[in-house]
């Protein structure tokens, strides 16, 4: 977090299987988490949620800033798409997105995207496409930042 000047130590879990205990038992005092795994925590007011990981407010918790507003154009939303091979001919990717829009529109798969913390925005190849893009530009970003080599 060298954008907030903050001095923290990244401690390596696996996983949220290992993560969320060690903050629930006090072994950190921080972690990232998807919202599912913690929202018992966060109801009960055992942990707090400081912030959210997109660029703008979440559905899930619309009263918590998103880091975006501490750090500009942070943005480290889920992204969750469908992909064709190369080659794939541009009318059946329209045609694929074209299903895939609707389907994520569907109020039950909303729901479920929903449980896993994901707020569905549906999106064409190209904006989709560019979101990712973004996303790879503040990932080398942020190596650079913490002057780590990529490999």
Known sequence: ?????LNMTHV????TSES???LLG???DVAFAAY???SGAVSTKTVKMLATNGLTRSAIAPDVQPIADFIPGFD???RVGLYARSGTPPELLTKIAALGTEIAKDPEI?????AAGIEPAPAGPAEFQAALKRESDNVA???KAAGMTPQ
């Open 20 to 22: 969320v205990p060690a």
């Open 26 to 28: 006090g072994h950190v």
């Open 36 to 38: 599912p795994n913690l």
């Open 76 to 78: 480290f939303a889920p």
């Open 110 to 114: 909303a729901k479920a995207f929903s």
């Open 141 to 143: 970003q942020t190596v």
């Open 1 to 5: 977090m060298a954008a907030l000047k």
């Open 12 to 15: 390596p879990y696996k996983g």
